[in-house]
């Protein structure tokens, strides 16, 4: 498999790299900032709370036309449009934020519209990544993604605050700028990333859309990983909201509470930099099991003791395993897809993934109310312990095997949908 080195050396591949992660950084940290303004503005807790609702809901429904898009137009047309999108709605931000004019209803109008902006551009992205890279070097490009999240995870709270406190208008105009470097190096890329040309009667967007559901659901593995992805977002990211707010129920103050966040983006990125390593050596499907449960031994630590350096530990354990597993199943998802398939294959997978996300605060606030902490995390963890099974049970996913056969293992599937 080639190494981060040989992934440096693609011209493309690292245009698109490093535009996506200095937007990604300036993303996660405006949306950082946008509760936290809009609370100073009006001292309301739900209104802060609609600032991150409001952009993951302009995501959420953006994916599934954006996966149609992303199969019919030039896929570096459409991440450039989004770029360009961000560009003129943060800088709309900061010259309010510099003409002390910042209100509410434009900062919940700026969350949904970059919501959707960013549900456009992720199936874009993915759908041209195989044409960035070799088919060798894919599950090494996406291990490098994973990183790129990781590390805007890690860098973009305390960058946020740092310019919020300067400047209530700083945050969106550096946001600005990264999202013009972002459009700036998608327009270096060299690679044609225009779709597979359609030879046919014209097509009707609905019916592509329900060619790539229908898809999806159709196979055994695309079916279960559909199901297992949504479950387990929902499992483990209250898991960790439980675990936050336990601590600061318990009085801990806010430094040891980031680093417990910092701790697990950490281990993020050394999970993201062995990733290729793991997956190259290890059967995909066994790894995508071995993924499923390695959260459960971290749920006894967190239960017996709520202090910030067990939190972090666990935390940061079963986050290293995370970005191999995210990392080879993807890879393999995309190796049995058809080409011209992508993009809604794609959106639908992530729309249904993220749709039980906002769900995950809600059952962590009211498990921990009902029940307190120590039992919330158990439950939690039993809850874990199910979800695990669903890959656990499923043939399609446990023989799927490592990259160096998977062309000859998804061929039949490929040859079939097309």
Known sequence: MPSYRSLARNHDFRALWI???????????????????????TGSALLAAAAEAVH??????????????????????????????????????????????????????????????????????????PAVVTSEELPTALSQNQARMHVAALVSAPLGGLLLGVARWLPFAVDAVSFAVSWLLLGRLRT??????????PRRPLKELADGVRFVWSRPFFRVLLVWGALTNLAVNALFFVAVLRL??????????????????LAGI????????????????????????????????????????????ALGAG??????????????????????????????SQFVSMSAMPLAPLLAGLLLESYGGAAAILALGAFTACVACVPTFSRSV????????????AAPAVAAAA
């Open 192 to 201: 044609d990333l225009s779709p597979t040309p359609h030879a046919g009667p």
């Open 398 to 409: 446990r023989s799927v095997p490592r990259p160096a056969a998977w062309e000859r293992y």
């Open 270 to 313: 050394i999970g993201a930099v062995v990733a290729p390593w793991l997956v190259e050596r290890f059967a995909t499907g066994h790894l995508t099991v071995a993924i499923a449960w390695s959260f459960l031994p971290l749920v006894v630590p967190m239960a017996l003791w709520n202090e910030p350096l067990v939190v972090a530990a």
């Open 319 to 348: 986050m290293l395993l995370n970005p191999a597993g995210n990392a080879g199943i993807a890879s393999y998802r995309i190796a049995a897809t058809p080409p011209d398939l992508i993009g809604r294959v794609q959106a639908t």
């Open 56 to 129: 993951l809901l302009g995501l959420a429904g953006a994916l599934l036309p954006a996966g149609v898009l992303a199969d019919r137009v030039d896929r570096r047309r459409i991440m450039r449009v989004a770029s360009a999108a961000g560009v003129l709605l943060y800088a709309s931000l900061a010259v309010a934020g510099l003409l002390d004019a910042l209100t509410v209803p434009h900062l919940l109008v700026v969350a949904l519209l970059t919501g959707v902006g960013a549900g456009m551009f992720m199936p874009a992205e993915i759908s041209a990544l």
């Open 19 to 41: 535009g996506q992660t200095v937007s990604e950084v300036g993303s996660r940290m405006s949306m950082f900032v946008f509760p936290l303004l809009t609370y100073l503005l």
């Open 248 to 265: 600061v129920e318990s009085g801990t103050d806010a430094v040891h509470i980031g680093l417990v966040e910092a701790a697990a983006g």
